[in-house]
């Protein structure tokens, strides 16, 4: 279903065109995470629910993947207006 924007995602991801918020890099220490577990997430990971922001109604998605340790967590992103991917929050399961 998700499948067009899943590809994006991978794309964006293996060219490294992507930020990370703050507000992720916080989730993700607490979490004891890093940045080679959300890639992995990402590359190895499904889309398991599509959000509206209900600020500004821009698309965000749930990726639900595994971190390097395989560790479940879930990753929420969405598409910048540069063209870049955002990774929004990220946090264990």
């Not at 967590?73 to 990774?87: A, H, N, R, Y």
Request: glycine fraction near 4%; include cysteine.
């Amino acid at each position: 279903m998700y499948e067009r924007f899943l590809k994006q995602i991978r794309h964006l991801v293996l060219e490294r065109c992507y930020i990370v918020t703050l507000h992720a890099y916080d989730e993700m220490a607490a979490d004891d995470l890093t940045i080679w577990d959300v890639e992995s997430a990402l590359l190895n990971g499904k889309i398991v629910e599509q959000q509206r922001d209900r600020q500004t109604a821009e698309h965000k998605y749930r990726i639900s993947g595994m971190s390097i340790d395989e560790r479940r967590i879930d990753v929420i992103v969405k598409f910048g207006p540069t063209g870049k991917l955002i990774v929004i929050t990220v946090f264990a399961i």
